[in-house]
C-alpha cells in the first residue's frame, strides 16, 4: 500500500508518516520499482501503535523505546504519565477557577482584571502575612465571590478574621460562595462557612445558619446556635441548652438563653427545658444548669433555684442559694 493510500485509511497524514520513516519509527518494508514507499500489513499495524502511545502523550522517542527494546516494561512510564497528566490537570483546574473568579467581578477594564489576578496570586502564597497583607490592600471592597472561596480554606485564624471582615464590608454577595461550602464532606469547611455565614446580614444568611443547626458535626451545629442565637432566632433553643448541658461555650449559650426569655413567650419553655436536663445525675452538668438560671431575667429562675437550695449535690445547693439571695435583693 502506498503512503497516499496509508494516510488516507489511517487518519496520518502523509507527511507525518514521512517523518515516521526519517526517525527510523515506521520503516515501510519495501519499494516499489519507482521508489515509492509501500507500506505492509505489519507496517500498518505499527503505525497504529504508534498513534495509540501518542495518545497516552508518549514522546516519539518513548515510543520507539516501547516499540523496539524486548526489555523494556511500561509499568514506570506509565506511572510517570499519569503523575504528569495530574499535575497538568491540577494547573489546568486552577487557571479555570481563575478564570471564573475573573469572570464573576464583572471587570469593566483591564485594570480591574490586574487587581483581582493581584488578589488571587496574594491568597495563594504560602506565607500567612501576605494573604493577611492581599486582603488588607484593595482600596476597595475586593470580589466576595473570591473572599468567600479564600475563607472556607483559611486556617490560620488572623487570615480567617480578616477574610471574614473584608468579606463582611463586600455585602450579601458573598452567602452564595458560603452556601457552597456548607455542602462540603468537610467538616472544617462547613465549620468555617457558618462562622463566616454569622457576620453576614439577610435572610439567606439566616436559612443557612438554620440548615446547619441538624450538620453531623457539633462544633458546626455550636456556631450555628451562637450566631442565631445572637440574632433573636428561637429556633437555636434546643441546641444552645445541649452546649449548657454538654459544656462547650456553655457560658455564651446560657447568656444566649437568657436575652431569648425576656421575651414572655419563651421564657416558660427555656425554664423547662433548663430544669429537664437537671435530671442528671452528674454534678459538672448540673451546676452549668444552675449558672444558666442566674442567666434568666428578673425573677424567671426564682423557684427553680429556691427549690435547688436544698440539693444533694452541695456545690448546687451552695450557688442556688447564692442566687436566691441576690434575687431577692434586686429591686
Request: net charge neutral; glycine share 8%; no cysteine.
Amino acid at each position: 500500500m502506498l503512503i497516499g493510500e496509508v494516510a488516507r485509511r489511517s487518519g496520518v497524514s502523509a507527511r507525518m508518516l514521512r517523518h515516521y520513516d526519517t526517525l527510523g519509527l515506521v520503516r515501510p518494508t519495501g519499494r516499489t520499482v519507482g521508489g515509492y514507499r509501500e507500506y505492509t500489513p505489519d507496517d500498518i499495524r505499527r503505525i497504529f501503535h504508534v498513534e495509540g502511545l501518542r495518545s497516552l502523550g508518549l514522546s516519539l522517542r518513548q515510543i520507539a523505546r516501547a516499540l523496539d527494546e524486548p526489555r523494556f516494561t511500561p509499568a514506570a512510564l506509565v506511572g510517570d504519565l499519569i503523575a504528569q497528566t495530574e499535575e497538568r490537570l491540577r494547573r489546568d483546574r486552577e487557571l479555570l477557577e481563575r478564570l471564573r473568579a475573573v469572570d464573576a467581578t464583572g471587570p469593566a477594564d483591564w485594570q480591574d482584571v490586574a487587581r483581582v489576578v493581584e488578589l488571587l496570586r496574594g491568597l495563594g502564597s504560602h506565607s500567612a502575612q501576605r494573604r493577611q497583607q492581599a486582603i488588607l490592600a484593595p482600596a476597595e471592597s475586593a470580589p466576595a465571590r473570591v473572599l468567600a472561596e479564600a475563607v472556607l480554606t483559611e486556617s490560620d485564624p488572623y487570615v480567617a478574621g480578616a477574610l471574614r471582615w473584608a468579606l463582611a464590608r463586600a455585602g450579601g454577595e458573598g452567602v452564595a460562595g458560603l452556601a457552597a461550602g456548607m455542602a462540603s464532606d468537610d467538616a472544617d469547611v462547613r465549620r468555617r462557612a457558618v462562622i463566616a455565614l454569622a457576620a453576614l446580614p439577610g435572610d439567606d444568611a439566616d436559612a443557612l445558619l438554620g440548615a446547619a443547626l441538624t450538620d453531623p458535626d457539633a462544633a458546626t451545629r455550636r456556631q450555628a446556635a451562637l450566631a442565631l442565637g445572637a440574632r433573636g432566632e428561637t429556633r437555636a433553643v434546643p441546641t444552645l441548652v445541649s452546649m449548657v448541658v454538654d459544656g462547650p461555650n456553655d457560658v455564651d449559650a446560657a447568656e444566649l438563653l437568657g436575652a431569648l426569655a425576656a421575651d414572655p413567650a419563651w421564657a416558660d419553655r427555656i425554664m423547662a427545658a433548663l430544669r429537664t436536663e437537671l435530671r442528671t445525675t452528674d454534678p459538672a452538668v448540673r451546676l452549668r444548669l444552675v449558672q444558666a438560671f442566674a442567666e434568666m431575667p428578673g425573677t424567671v429562675a426564682l423557684t427553680a433555684l429556691q427549690q435547688l437550695t436544698t440539693d444533694a449535690d452541695r456545690p448546687v445547693a451552695l450557688l442556688a442559694t447564692t442566687l436566691v439571695a441576690a434575687l431577692r435583693q434586686q429591686p
